[in-house]
């Protein structure tokens, strides 16, 4: 079975830039969670999609959005780039009733200049 | 509010030797889950155990083992006679829905040949 993946794996853009970082589920997963890994923050939640619906979203400003498909491929878009959000996007995926496993993707490296 | 406290940032060990990982959580609720990963150079997050509040059996797997105390509140990770392919970041992390985690900051392992 094939594991979560994410596109691209790397990127840079520019301050004021929105960028579109993509997440595969592992096939028949219906929950994908993003969450920023910075030096600084450590790992924090995003949020997280089911069935194409937003279930809980963490702490971070309106510039950071996402939404699911009917595939349950899921995008998470950030707006007006600033350079702290220079960080890397993990995905992880989990299945529905299979409780709290969730299999991460390796990232997308994104770097803000 | 939940909280994971990693208070090792660094740890360096000789191979052969044991080191154990401590972890500290914070949560109000009754039923919670505890969760390892392992996070190589590579970036992805590995899965390694999850533990629910009510299951205070320590767990062994192979060279790893796990200590769940609800009366401190910690659930600290062994690995015995260390490796050198041990040597990534290890974060300890609780979710009380299962689609939303809380990190601690992790301990990066080095494991010295």
């Not at chain 1, 994908?32 to 923050?41: A, C, K």
């Not at chain 2, 105390?69 to 910690?74: F, I, L, V, Y």
């Amino acid at each position: 079975k094939a594991g979560v993946t994410q596109t691209p794996r790397y990127l840079i853009k520019t301050r004021g830039q929105q960028v579109t970082l993509s997440c595969s589920p592992i096939s028949g997963h219906r929950s994908v969670s993003w969450y920023q890994q910075t030096p600084g923050q450590g790992l924090q939640f995003l949020f997280e999609y089911f069935s194409e619906t937003q279930r809980n979203k963490g702490n971070f400003p309106g510039r950071f959005s996402g939404r699911q498909f009917s595939n349950s491929r899921s995008e998470m878009n950030v707006s007006t780039l600033e350079l702290g959000d220079s960080a890397l996007y993990l995905c992880a995926s989990g299945q529905a009733g299979a409780l709290y496993e969730q299999y991460f993707g390796p990232g997308t490296r994104l770097t803000v200049t | 509010a939940q909280k994971v406290t990693q208070a090792q940032t660094e740890i360096s060990v000789v191979e052969k030797e044991d080191v154990t990982l401590d972890c500290v959580y914070e949560t109000r609720d009754t039923t919670y889950y505890l969760f390892w990963y392992k996070q190589p150079p590579s970036g992805e997050l590995v899965f390694l155990i999850r533990r629910n509040s009510f299951d205070e059996q320590n767990e062994i797997s192979g060279r790893y083992s796990w200590n769940f105390q609800k009366s401190t509140s910690s659930f600290n990770f062994t690995i015995t006679a260390s490796q050198v392919v041990d040597s990534a970041v290890y974060f300890c992390a609780l979710s009380r829905t299962g689609n939303q985690f809380y990190f601690g900051t992790g301990t990066s392992l080095t494991v010295i040949p």
